[in-house]
């Protein structure tokens, strides 16, 4: 159950005073204040407005939970290079950077593909899939979950630069 005191914790919480809480939600400072106080039994409609509010800042961004420092890996890199470099690093997958532009991806999967005799010297232009999805650091993780379903990440930029990245692994750290 909601209660006034709970309210008013979740209030404080998001540092605001019950005056710009009431201007937010609508409703007079005084009703807030007689609400926290348990002297009034709210509207439902009035609780909704205010949990809204008090929550709306709380809500995990892609910056929240992308790795930083992403590898890239460049169209003329050998196999060979990029595959010790995931292995070092236990990744699964390296974007793939012509210059400033993502133009690919390379993944276990693709280099297990086409596994053969002579893919250490093979160029990663050669076997790249495309290049992973890209979305702002302020993108919600509910936004990119059925993106992680489809693909092995997302890419993470701040304006046209690429700061980060989110793995399918990322996302279950918010299990825990």
Do not use: W
């Not at 990744?91 to 053969?116: A, D, H, Y």
């Not at 509910?142 to 992680?148: E, F, K, Q, T």
């Amino acid at each position: 159950m909601i209660t006034g005191s709970m309210l008013r914790k979740l209030r404080i919480e998001a540092k605001l005073t019950q005056k710009k809480l009431a201007e937010l939600v609508g409703v007079s400072q005084a009703h807030i204040a007689k609400i926290e106080q348990g002297k009034v039994d709210p509207r439902l409609s009035t609780v909704n407005k205010i949990l809204k509010v008090l929550t709306e800042g709380k809500e995990v961004k892609c910056r929240d939970l992308m790795t930083k420092g992403v590898l890239f890996a460049r169209p003329e890199d050998n196999v060979l290079k990029v595959s010790e470099i995931m292995v070092r690093h236990a990744i699964s997958q390296m974007p793939v950077m012509n210059g400033r532009k993502v133009v690919g991806t390379v993944t276990e999967e693709s280099i297990i593909r086409r596994l053969g005799s002579n893919i250490a010297n093979e160029k990663v232009k050669n076997i790249m899939d495309p290049p992973l999805p890209i979305v702002s650091e302020e993108t919600s993780i509910n936004i990119i979950r059925p993106l992680l379903e489809r693909r092995q990440g997302v890419l993470v930029t701040k304006g046209k630069k690429v700061i980060g990245i989110i793995t399918r692994s990322d996302l279950l750290k918010t299990i825990a």
